[in-house]
């Protein structure tokens, strides 16, 4: 997993808890860490990192790991948006940005990083007013998704109901997901 998630996921617990729980949850897990927590924007890391300071800070803080994906997820979309505004060029409305991530974004994120490790979306659009994405991946971040979408919806002021279905079996690595807008 790219260095960037994990900076931004530092500066998450920095902005949204304070300075000293990303101190406490980065000495409390260091000694764990492949890396020993080091993370450049350019580097590479195993992505069971990322769970393993999500664990640390619910633990710490007693918020739901579920809860904390969730924020990170939504956090992490506008932190993109800043990172990242070419490829908000065009798009106007979330379900047509989400419709891209698989053949544009992701595409263009390998680009830049050939060897980041991205999963895949298969998108229906049955009405206008429904977008259904299936999310697939050799890691488990379907909750992740779900707060990248989110995000995404925050991002373009709309309105939208999401539900996952997350077959339990698959633990994470795979999740439909369906928005509708009201
Ligand atoms: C401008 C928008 C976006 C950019 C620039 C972007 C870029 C990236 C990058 C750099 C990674 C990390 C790759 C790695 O660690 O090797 C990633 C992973 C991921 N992206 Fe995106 N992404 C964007 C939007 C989205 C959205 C809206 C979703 C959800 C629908 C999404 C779903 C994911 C997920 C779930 C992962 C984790 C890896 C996995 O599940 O296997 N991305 N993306």
Redo the contacts with the bound molecule.
Sequence with gaps: ??G??FSEFMEMVEEEFSPDVADRVMEQVEDMLPSGGAYTAVGEYHHSEILTLIGQLSADTGVPVEDLVEKFGRYL?AR?AVL?PE?FQGADDAFTF?GT?EDY??RE?RKL?PH????S?DCDRPSDAVLI?HYE???P?AP??HG??HG?IDHFGQEIVVHMDMPEEKAGSAATFTLRRT
């Design positions: 997993m790219l960037v998630v979309f993109f990242y490829f989400l991530i974004i992701h994120v990083y980041a490790e991205l999963p979306f994405m991946s050799k890691r971040f992740l998704a990248l979408i995404c």
